[in-house]
């Protein structure tokens, strides 16, 4: 079922996965250090799906990633540097410090930085796709990643809708990695698949196996395509499963046994590997090159990061208004 | 020729429409239907694809203006009621305003809020918002209570790069007139004396204003000179012309259609007993709207909110003090 995919372009997308799951590796060694303010979120097993969005975007277009989408954000153009600025706290990063982890984004390059609340940036995207149709730029598209527990908010069913009123160019992407924090897809959702969803709203929909990156590749080129032709919202929903706790403090001792030996519990970075190896004929030492030449631009970047330090409290500047006179004095009441 | 209050809200989008490409309206019948209250009248028509009738989905609203904003557009966004803004409450406090906070990227987006009670409107068309969102740092929250000021104080939150709530009196819609709309204005943040007294201070704001102003001139009947400060603005609050007007009287009396706990008067009252306790020859006082849901019957509403009688009772009493 799979067209053939570029081997160059194979090759990138694994390249792609393969950072972002050595920077989760090192990002979880730097928690376990106690070197992490905060949480520590990772994408492991999820890389497959993530990369395929990012690398099915153009300069222009959007994208609101999720939190294990650290692939995907390499592949739409953000910098090892900046994702770890993001992490560990630094000024310099995206979000100067007042934000961390995964929430981090730079929106004037249409990477949309996510908010806690699940399904709340899939309207953001649509927004964006309804200006850019206002300003006259119908090339672009935009992608939106959520998991399977934010298909039971209400910000999922409205902006679903509002998408498919608007027939907008929105690529809604489901990893649906069969828990939501704890919660299993049994206590989540009643309907058989969750692409019935979408068939409610007149949404097309494409379903494709997570682990299976070649997969992912040609169901989210065929999805973009389609957007970018006018064919309106295409939500796609990838099965696969999350092999990691929600967050580092997680030991996800809730995920049943069974699902991990089926299918869905496939590594997607070992599937790949497979394809490169015996289908695009890669010799092993190449990969391992690459692993080698990655996790030193990582450890580099860890103790550039490590050195920049922390903001400044006493110089930060705290203005929550662009407007700034508009602002409230400071502790107006306690002069 | 006379204006109503509505109809400057109108002429404000029609205007910001006209001169700035990047505003568009979106929201529930705005479009050729014009608007549950005809604020978008004509507008469809007038600027075609630029007046967008929405789905029943706050939520999707909001985050989808946050999207646009973020593309250089002002969007106005317009709540059928004030009421339903708590649906899209999420993307107003979590995305909107803390967007140029999180990100340096400006939110400039104006949700207008048809507010407040009107005769028969009950629990669910008739709330008063507006503490709500100004308890959250990145918004701006403004007040209107003149014709002019719907006028230019929309135009002005359109322009800002921040995101507005705009909190529209429907009691002001059809009530209120003026003779043509104005030149020039004061600046959003800047209150304004609405009537100038020296022995005592009321703060108020939108549909309020005028109930304290006919207070106001009943007192006067009895000699009392009482100062009537328009707040125009709830976020930022001015607070040295609501200092300078207290030490002019020495007392302080602030009056709002909004539920008691918490909300603007105690903050009013917070600043001006921290800022300026010395000023004061009595205990502020303030009155608000009973603290139940909104009555539907009209005798009942008449009591819920502050009414000129019930401004002049307390009034006469902070006198005496």
Same mark, same amino acid.
């Given at each position: 079922m799979n067209h053939q995919i570029d081997r160059k372009r194979f090759e990138r997308a694994y390249r792609y996965m393969l950072t *972002?799951?050595?920077?989760?590796?090192?990002?979880?060694?730097?928690?376990?250090?106690?070197?992490?303010?905060?949480?520590?979120?990772?994408?492991?097993?999820?890389?497959?799906?993530?990369?395929?969005?990012g690398i099915s975007l153009d300069k222009g277009d959007v994208f609101a990633p999720l939190i294990r989408d650290g692939a995907g954000r390499l592949a739409f153009g953000e910098t090892i540097l900046d994702a770890l600025r993001n992490c560990l706290g630094s000024p310099l990063g995206p979000m100067r410090a007042r934000d961390g982890n995964v929430h981090r984004g730079k929106p004037r390059e249409g990477y949309i930085p996510m908010i806690s609340h699940l399904g709340a940036n899939i309207s953001v995207v649509n927004g964006a796709l309804m200006a850019k149709r206002m300003k006259g730029e119908t090339k672009q598209i935009g992608a939106a990643c959520i998991g399977d527990g934010?298909?039971?908010?209400?910000?999922?069913?409205? *902006?679903?809708?509002?998408?498919?009123?608007?027939?907008?160019?929105?690529?809604?992407?489901?990893?649906?990695?069969?828990?939501?924090?704890?919660?299993?897809?049994?206590?989540?959702?009643?309907?058989?698949?969750?692409?019935?969803?979408?068939?409610?709203?007149?949404?097309?929909?494409?379903?494709?196996?997570?682990?299976?990156?070649?997969?992912?590749?040609?169901?989210?080129?065929?999805a973009a395509a389609l957007a970018r032709a006018g064919e309106g919202p295409q939500l796609i929903v990838a099965e696969l499963l999350r092999l990691c706790g929600h967050g580092e403090h997680d030991d996800a001792q809730y995920i049943s046994p069974k699902i991990k030996a089926s299918k869905v519990g496939r590594d997607c970075m070992d599937e790949a590997k497979k394809t490169l190896l015996k289908e695009y004929q890669y010799p092993e030492k190449d990969l391992d090159q690459w692993t080698t030449e990655t996790t030193d631009e990582i450890n580099q970047a860890i103790r550039q990061v490590q050195q920049e330090g922390g903001p400044d409290p006493f110089t930060h500047n705290w203005k929550a208004l662009a407007t700034r006179e508009l602002c409230e004095p400071l502790g107006s009441s306690t002069l | 020729m006379s204006i109503t209050y509505l109809e400057a809200i109108r002429e404000a989008q029609a205007y910001l429409l006209r001169n700035d490409p990047s505003v568009y309206i979106y929201g529930q019948d705005v479009g050729a239907f014009g608007g549950a209250f005809k604020a978008t009248k004509n507008l469809a028509k007038e600027f075609p694809g630029r007046v967008i009738d929405a789905p029943i989905s706050e939520d999707a609203m909001v985050g989808s203006a946050v999207g646009a904003a973020i593309e250089g557009m002002r969007p106005i966004i317009e709540m059928q009621f004030a009421d339903f803004s708590t649906v899209g409450f999420n993307q107003v406090v979590n995305q909107a305003a803390t967007l140029f906070w999180r990100t340096e990227v400006p939110c400039p987006l104006t949700l207008r809020l048809p507010s407040g009670g009107t005769s028969g409107g009950g629990p669910f068309h008739s709330q008063c918002l507006e503490s709500i969102y100004a308890?959250?740092?990145?918004?701006?929250?403004?007040?209107?209570?003149?014709?002019?000021?719907?006028?230019?104080?929309?135009? $002005?939150?359109?322009?800002?790069?921040?995101?507005?709530?705009?909190?529209?009196?429907?009691?002001?819609?059809?009530?209120?007139?003026?003779?043509?709309?104005?030149?020039?204005?004061?600046?959003?943040?800047?209150?304004?004396?609405?009537?100038?007294?020296?022995?005592?201070?009321?703060?108020?704001?939108?549909?309020?204003?005028?109930?304290?102003?006919?207070?106001?001139?009943?007192?006067?009947?009895?000699?009392? $000179?009482? $100062?009537?400060?328009?707040?125009?603005?709830?976020?930022?609050?001015?607070?040295?012309?609501?200092?300078?007007?207290?030490?002019?009287?020495?007392?302080?009396?602030?009056?709002? $259609?909004?539920?008691?706990?918490?909300?603007?008067?105690?903050?009013?009252?917070?600043?001006?007993?921290?800022?300026?306790?010395?000023?004061?020859?009595?205990?502020?006082?303030?009155?608000?709207?009973?603290?139940?849901?909104?009555?539907?019957?009209?005798?009942?509403?008449?009591?819920?909110?502050?009414?000129?009688?019930?401004?002049?009772?307390?009034?006469r009493q902070l006198l005496r003090n």
């Open positions: *972002a799951r050595i920077l989760d590796e090192r990002l979880a060694q730097l928690y376990r250090g106690g070197n992490v303010y905060g949480g520590v979120f990772l994408g492991k097993g999820q890389e497959a799906l993530s990369v395929s969005v934010a298909t039971s908010t209400g910000a999922f069913h409205e *902006a679903l809708n509002q998408a498919a009123i608007e027939k907008l160019p929105l690529l809604l992407v489901i990893a649906n990695n069969q828990y939501a924090y704890s919660t299993p897809t049994s206590a989540q959702f009643a309907c058989k698949e969750l692409s019935l969803k979408a068939q409610g709203y007149g949404v097309s929909t494409h379903d494709v196996d997570g682990t299976d990156l070649k997969a992912c590749m040609t169901t989210l080129e065929k | 308890r959250f740092p990145g918004l701006i929250v403004c007040t209107p209570a003149t014709v002019e000021d719907a006028y230019s104080m929309l135009i $002005e939150s359109v322009m800002l790069n921040d995101p507005v709530i705009f909190c529209e009196h429907k009691y002001l819609y059809f009530h209120l007139k003026a003779d043509s709309l104005p030149q020039e204005a004061l600046p959003i943040g800047k209150a304004r004396i609405a009537r100038e007294g020296r022995d005592m201070t009321i703060v108020t704001y939108s549909a309020m204003l005028h109930e304290c102003l006919e207070a106001a001139a009943e007192m006067a009947q009895d000699g009392a $000179e009482i $100062e009537v400060v328009d707040l125009r603005t709830v976020k930022p609050i001015d607070t040295d012309t609501i200092i300078a007007s207290v030490a002019r009287t020495g007392r302080l009396l602030c009056v709002a $259609e909004e539920w008691p706990w918490g909300g603007v008067n105690a903050e009013v009252i917070s600043r001006v007993v921290a800022e300026g306790f010395n000023l004061l020859d009595a205990p502020p006082q303030r009155i608000n709207a009973k603290d139940t849901p909104i009555p539907y019957h009209p005798d009942l509403w008449s009591v819920h909110r502050p009414t000129a009688q019930s401004i002049v009772a307390t009034a």
